[in-house]
């Protein structure tokens, strides 16, 4: 049995936070693509340098950057078994060549699990986040407070907040999904993928929601999530 589902949602919304528990429940990747390309800025490669300009504007990185990264991740031994995708695709030429990766390694995605939140609780979010440099869990000092007051729970390490949650950059990231990542809902929910997750509850009450999906999705002849 292998799973393979793609979260989408706004800059803010949770799905990282969904993604990394439902990864480790279901000891399948998480493939966060933002975290990848603030791993090539920490390499200071030339990738990472064009990415660090995009990221701080709150625009996106150029789609050869991505998509190979992405192809070279997806063909890897750990993802035989599925994977989950958290940030890519991230527009409509992204959506296309995920397409063409995924005809090449002869595989399809199960289901895209879409959070759903309103815009202004996106923007509170992102100026509460904070995350753990060395081992990348993340907070909220709001929702999710670390136990002890900017030290991670998991590595004892300072938390950091990212540069481009600013409250600037976070409106363009909004304005950036807007234009080009939310068409991606219309996309899949033609291709009959979509699934909506109301993303104001709580993470435990989201994760939930997650977890009876693939239980239903069981149960049903139709099923997207072949759990
Ligand atoms: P995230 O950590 O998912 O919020 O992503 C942080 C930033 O990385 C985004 O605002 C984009 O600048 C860049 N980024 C992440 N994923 C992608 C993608 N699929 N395509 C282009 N840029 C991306």
């Not at 990747?29 to 933002?34: S, V, Y």
């Not at 950036?176 to 219309?186: A, S």
């Not at 291709?191 to 509850?201: H, M, T, Y």
Request: contains cysteine; charged residues 25%.
């Amino acid at each position: 049995m292998s799973i393979r589902v793609l979260f989408l949602g706004g800059p803010g919304s949770g799905k990282g936070t969904q993604a990394s528990i439902l990864s480790r429940t279901l000891n399948i990747p998480h493939i966060d693509t933002g975290a990848l390309l603030r791993e090539e800025i920490a390499s200071c490669s030339e990738n990472g340098k064009i990415a660090k300009k995009q990221i701080d504007n709150g625009q996106l990185v150029p789609f050869q950057i991505v998509v190979s990264m992405i192809k070279e991740r997806l063909a890897k031994f750990d993802c035989a078994n599925g994977f989950i995708l958290d940030g890519f695709p991230r527009s409509l030429e992204q959506a296309e060549g995920l397409e063409e990766i995924l005809i090449e390694l002869n595989i399809k995605i199960d289901a895209v699990l879409n959070i759903d939140i309103p815009e202004d609780i996106l923007i509170a979010r992102m100026a509460y986040r904070k995350s753990c440099p060395e081992c990348g869990e993340k907070y909220n000092t709001k929702l999710k407070p670390p136990k002890q007051d900017n030290i991670c729970d998991i590595c004892n390490s300072t938390l950091t907040q990212r540069t481009d949650d600013t409250e600037e950059t976070a409106a363009k990231r909004i304005q950036t999904y807007k234009t080009e990542t939310e068409p991606l809902i219309n996309y899949y929910t033609n291709q009959n993928l979509i699934v909506n997750i109301n993303g104001e509850k709580s993470i435990d009450n989201i994760f939930n929601d997650i977890l009876n999906l693939f239980k239903e999705e069981k149960n049903n002849d139709n099923k997207k999530i072949k759990a």
